[in-house]
């Protein structure tokens, strides 16, 4: 089997991701042993694609050995994986998807044509051929400030617009809060997802200059917008 051809984990022949939490993992023959309380579970590490280790985890070096050598990423996050800390795999992981995104990313055609097809895709209309990136971003900010603004006629909730500050929590309303607080939870979901299959959070293609770029959410249609393409939306094929 080709390095290339080990890029992308071939998730319908695994375990897609595994969580755990309030155990130990200790290394078992070419695999990994997870105990938790009175149980113990042996997973094989060629069999995993992603590891996320939870609160009150603790790992041998001998299992990260065996998960590395088998493929697979392992990943440090919070509850539920509702926040994301650090990540790992085997040096020697292909890198090829990460260049195609990077050139992707860096081509301002290729890019923009990205840009479009995620709009069509989620929204179902087409673009004016005029637009330019930043005016495609305040499309963006329309749409969310509309959705907002129905969301809460809706409800029946107060509502005078997105705000919120970094250095005073307090300072926001509790809805702002809450979207504050859900964002941060989406956003960690979302970076485990995309530096699993090899992606970069940093390079986004409609917003840019954040670490998780990438991650970008929003209140509309599919609720989270993977910058690189929907799974149904493909990339353009590498060379």
């Not at 440090?76 to 998807?97: N, Q, T």
């Amino acid at each position: 089997m080709t390095a290339s051809s080990r890029s992308l984990p071939k998730i319908r022949n695994q375990i897609g991701f595994l969580y755990a939490e309030h155990a130990r993992i200790e290394q078992e023959a070419k695999g990994i042993a997870v105990f938790q309380k009175d149980n113990c579970f042996a997973i094989p590490c060629a069999n995993l694609s992603t590891l996320l280790l939870g609160p009150g985890t603790a790992i041998t070096h001998a299992a990260i050995k065996n998960l590395v050598d088998g493929g697979c990423t392992v990943q440090w996050v919070g509850e539920d994986a509702l926040r994301f800390y650090a990540f790992g795999y085997k040096s020697s992981s292909s890198v090829d998807r990460l260049y195609h995104q990077a050139q992707l990313w860096a081509d301002p055609t290729q890019r923009l044509a990205i840009v479009r097809r995620m709009y069509q895709f989620r929204f179902g209309e087409e673009l004016d051929v005029n637009l330019t990136l930043p005016q495609i971003r305040g499309l963006e900010g329309v749409r969310v400030r509309t959705a907002y603004g129905k969301l809460a006629k809706a409800t029946g909730v107060t509502w005078s617009g997105r705000e919120y500050k970094l250095d005073n929590w307090e300072d926001s309303d509790p809805i702002n809060r809450a979207i504050s607080q859900a964002n941060s939870c989406l956003y960690a979901v979302c970076q485990a997802a995309i530096q699993a299959v090899g992606y970069a959070p940093a390079l986004g293609f409609i917003h840019t200059g954040k670490p998780l770029s990438l991650c970008t959410t929003s209140p509309t249609s599919t609720k989270w917008k993977p910058a690189c393409r929907p799974p149904s939306m493909p990339l353009p094929k590498m060379p």
